[in-house]
């Protein structure tokens, strides 16, 4: 008789739940476990009146959009550091044994920046108060010695952009020029809009982009790859000189933006962007009516609570069409130089048989009936008066109505946000 016998599975249906539970749960935010491209930072000291540090202080800081909180404590020289914020307005609180509480509002946090706001701290009981405005920020970092160029909302929402595409603003950081990388135009945006920039004489390649913390360009075509609607976008930084460690490339210029997030209160736009060719010049090349052209850029972008004060959500959403003719133009042979003469094309130069050497008379060359056949059929013959090589043939657009040959261009992108506060739990 054969026994049988039990081995054990290597894991119980128990724990390969449990074990699948927290996989699932690790990967569900991936924005505390990736890199923090793209987040904000305050530090600073807090003092007494006579300048001495106040050790164990405890310092809070509020979003002033969605009250979510961080807080920690100042060390023994006095100094704090908060990292990984949001980008937004912030409350500074400090409170301290044998001191007034002291409250700043209105503090900045820049995308990828620490902000320095130092507290000092007035002699009283916990229970007096003193609040404070703070002042704009001034652009010396005294955190960091990076060179570089913060873009705010303002500008975003302000500057006129052909293709309302972000990249486009990066020509206002100083050392930035037209990218003219040969691409393999992986986004339906290129020819629209630029997709990568040169910062200070290096390849675009050279450059690296994120957004919320996450890289968005090709490695082989060096352009970027994702392209946010303008509206959700809420700040970028460019940087352009002594970049820190934690890229690890990036030597011309490392982008980081950051896309806006839902609030305590409902916000939201929707636009439309039409051009068309109502004032537009003719192309030269162009006989007749103008060419049709017409580009719609329309969208909608919102965001607010799920939950007050605990979970938020923001998306957007952007759509591009844009119908263009184009006239085709190119040099033709014309109707004697069908039948062999080519006369005109060489003048003073004596064509000759390359067989036999012997020369044409007055450059008139036989044409073969197969010949003659194969150009009848294949070959247009000009339509203007102008001589070869100067596009003798030209082919405009269909009555101004569908063009031929047309282009459609058409771009979607969908982005949601979500922000947990532990603190409302």
């Given amino acids: 008789m054969l026994a049988r016998k039990y081995v054990k599975p290597f894991m119980g249906s128990t724990q390969l739940f449990v074990w699948a539970a927290l996989v699932l749960v ?168 630029p997709l990568n920039v040169v910062v200070n004489g290096l390849r675009g390649g050279n450059n690296q982009y994120f957004i919320d913390g996450a890289y968005t360009q090709s490695r082989e075509t060096q352009v970027i790859l994702i392209i946010p609607p303008l509206d959700a976008l809420g700040e970028f930084r460019v940087r352009t000189g002594n970049v820190a460690a934690e890229y690890e490339s990036g030597g011309a210029g490392v982008i980081s933006a950051a896309t806006k997030s839902g609030t305590n209160k409902v916000h939201g736009s929707a636009y439309e962007f039409l051009r068309n060719n109502a004032v537009d010049a003719r192309n030269f090349f162009s006989p007749g009516s103008l060419p049709a052209f017409q580009r719609n850029q329309f969208g909608a972008v919102a965001g607010g609570p799920i939950r007050k004060d605990r979970t938020f959500w923001f998306a957007g959403y952007e759509g591009f069409r844009q119908r263009e003719g184009q006239t085709l133009v190119g040099d033709y042979p014309t109707a004697a130089e069908r039948a062999g003469d080519l006369s005109d094309l060489l003048p003073g130069t004596q064509l000759t048989d390359p067989l036999t050497g012997a020369e044409y008379l007055n450059n008139q060359v036989p044409v073969s009936a197969l010949s003659a056949s194969w150009l009848a059929t294949y070959i247009p013959l000009p339509n203007t008066n102008v001589p070869v090589g100067q596009r003798n043939l030209r082919i405009p657009e269909k009555n101004g109505r569908t063009p031929q040959p047309f282009l459609t261009a058409r771009a979607r992108i969908t982005r949601t946000s979500l922000r947990w506060n532990p603190a409302s739990c």
């Fill in 26 to 193: 690790l990967f569900s935010f991936p924005a505390g476990l990736t890199g923090q491209a793209g987040r904000s930072g305050i530090t600073g000291t807090v003092a007494d009146p006579s300048g001495a540090v106040v050790p164990n202080a405890t310092i809070t800081l509020k979003n002033e959009a969605t009250n979510v909180e961080w807080s920690s404590i100042s060390s023994a020289t006095g100094v704090y550091v908060i990292r990984n914020l949001p980008p937004g307005s912030y409350t500074v609180t400090a409170t301290a044994s044998s001191f007034q509480r002291k409250v700043t509002e209105h503090v900045l946090a820049d995308v990828d920046k620490v902000s320095t706001v130092d507290i000092s701290l007035l002699v009283g009981a916990v229970t007096q108060e003193v609040t404070v405005t703070a002042a704009p920020s001034v652009q010396l970092n005294a955190e960091s010695s990076t060179v570089g160029q913060l873009v705010t909302s303002k500008e975003i929402a302000a500057l006129p952009l052909n293709g309302r595409s972000w990249v486009s603003l990066n020509y206002l950081t100083p050392g930035a020029v037209v990218f003219h990388g040969v691409t393999a135009c992986e986004s339906v945006m290129c020819g629209v809009t």
